[in-house]
């Protein structure tokens, strides 16, 4: 099975897989986004994320490569009425365009279907694409999770330390980086104990 043909396994049922609700430690930062602000949401899946991000009043790029998962977030979108806030981006996340200095934040939740080559890259084209001065926010699982198996890969090398999000951001000015567990509860794709990596980063 292709990845594309895996999530879209996951996205073409009924309902949001991962729910309609911000991500949590998403939710947590709304007092980074301002109004007007451009923000490049990054593997957004049904869009649970952009959609919030554009309640906040920021101009949202919603990307993922599902077609499903787009139809759901389009929907959600207008169901919350900020569809003319969000365009949606069908592209793979490992061959996009990163245009330098174009964003005023990035947001990548749950992104870790990356091997550390891609997601090497993909870290080095979010760098290069968020403007001086602007913000990375990423949360993803911790290595414990491989014992908790409440959600995410099931692949070591794809998981989280604090040191490498701290190495893969190092040339940022300001950088918070924060380990813990927490029970998650979004949808059917989370739920239960998790092992969590937060980071909070300006370029």
Known sequence: MSDLDHWEARYAIEGYHFGTA???FLARQAHLFKAG???????????RNGVWLAEQGCKVTSQDFSPSAQEKAEQLAKDMGVGVDVTFERSD??????KPDTYDAVVGIFFQFLSPTNRKAVFEGIRRTVKPGGLVLIEGYGQKQIDYETGGPKVLENLYTEDLLRDAFADFSAV?????????????????????VDFVGRR
């Open 22 to 24: 911000p991500n949590v």
């Open 37 to 47: 602000m451009e923000v490049l949401a990054i593997a957004d899946g049904e869009g």
């Open 93 to 98: 996340l490992t061959a996009r365009d990163w």
């Open 176 to 196: 918070e980086v924060n380990a813990y567990d927490a029970e998650v509860s979004e949808g059917r794709g989370h739920n239960g104990l998790s092992a969590l």
